[in-house]
């Protein structure tokens, strides 16, 4: 049962707040829906992720490394292979984000529409600027 404590949510040691700055950011979400259908390499995430930037990939696959979502491993060969694949905590996470994928593919054309205005909201801004 969650609490019906609004001060509770705006504390640093909420869980829900927590797991969202864990798994909140836009690029988060898509790695790790990548990862649940088993072991990928870098350029595996820069193929099924064109627009993510080098940097950012690296920065967020740092990032859940660091937290214990990821396990990166490093086979000591010439080139150098890495491999990334799900922590069992890791693991735990795709549950609710398959849930929130599968949600997105049945509202797609609603999501079609506020990310169509959310654009239209944007460029009227710039123009009044």
Known sequence: MVPKNDRIVLSADCPIRQMLDLV????TPPILYLLYSGTKRYTDFQ???PKISKKMLTQTLRRLES?????RTVY???PPKVEYNLTPFG???IEPIAGLAEWAWQH???????YERQKMSLSSQKLEV
């Open 24 to 27: 909140g950011d836009k690029w």
């Open 47 to 49: 193929r099924q992720i």
């Open 67 to 71: 937290a214990g979502v990821v396990n």
């Open 76 to 78: 000591p060969i010439v």
């Open 91 to 93: 693991e735990k996470l």
């Open 108 to 114: 797609q054309e609603e999501l079609k529409l506020v």
